[in-house]
């Protein structure tokens, strides 16, 4: 199913131009952070993706646009208003997984962080 | 999952509607800093939580090796608040539970050889979590 919504902050958040709409999963438009928000948890938690993710370059547009492929591609957790993804196993077997919280009813991106099984109630 | 009774003493809010955040707790006399979501604490509350973390990779040889003094200790990192390096004795294999002083850290399923338990281990938390009971 496909919808679209105006994106109330696209003249703060329009960083990388994309259209000033946005699209629930199923579509193939662009999700974003509201506001400056996504400058602010790509500051608190691209490092641990770095680290998971085995890569030595991340910014912000490669930030957001994974962000994107969780959510075009991940599972929807309704209880944490969100879609995840599996990254990669830790040295100790931890299994961790991209995490995309959601907010304006499913317009935007409120987080994207690392969790793990556990802190997802996968086991 | 072991259940603690802490104190809330600041919340330093990321997100309010898909509630995000960093939270200031004292546990056992000591104050520590833990990231929450979804976050349903408030300030000052004493509250039940459960503690849960990212690892960051550490080599086998550093994780039975490091903690020569035998130390049961959390020690949070100068650049981030609530990234931790940790000293503690394993207490159990299945799961995996390490005693850190004020905190036990259960840390998966990944060793089978009993004659572990009563080591003293070293290990890195590259985010502490703790959420509410």
Redesign the interface.
């Known amino acids: 199913m496909l919808f679209f919504v105006a994106n109330v902050n696209a003249a703060k958040s329009d960083f990388f131009g994309e259209r000033d709409v946005v699209a629930a999963k199923g579509g193939t438009q662009f999700l974003k952070f509201g506001g400056d928000?996504a400058v602010?948890?790509f500051g608190?938690h691209a490092?641990?993706i770095m680290?998971v993710t085995g890569q030595s370059a991340y910014n912000l547009k490669n930030y957001v646009n994974d962000a994107n492929w969780i959510i075009q591609n991940g599972t929807y957790s309704s209880k944490?208003?969100?879609y995840y993804s599996f990254m990669a196993n830790?040295?100790?077997?931890?299994s961790?997984f991209g995490f995309v919280?959601?907010?304006?009813g499913g317009s935007t991106i409120?987080?994207f962080?690392?969790?793990?099984a556990?802190?997802l109630g996968l086991k | 999952m072991e259940e603690y009774i802490v104190s809330i003493k600041e919340i330093d809010w990321l997100d309010k509607e898909n509630p995000e955040a960093e939270i200031l707790f004292e546990i056992s006399g000591k104050q520590f800093w833990a990231f929450c979501h979804p976050c349903y604490f408030k300030e000052g509350e004493i509250v039940e939580a459960y503690f849960s973390f990212i690892e960051e990779e550490v080599s086998e040889s550093a994780f039975w090796a490091e903690n020569k003094e035998q130390k049961k200790e959390v020690v949070p990192s100068d650049s981030n608040r609530c990234h931790y390096y940790c000293y503690g004795e394993l207490k159990s294999i299945h799961p995996v539970v390490i005693d850190c002083g004020a905190i036990d850290l259960s840390f998966g399923d990944w060793i089978n050889d009993e004659r572990m338990i009563g080591s003293y281990v070293y290990f890195v938390m590259a985010r502490l979590d703790i959420g509410r009971v």
């Open positions: 928000e602010e948890h608190k490092d641990q680290k944490l208003n969100g830790g040295s100790k077997g931890q961790l919280g959601m907010k304006n409120s987080t962080h690392i969790k793990s556990a802190q």
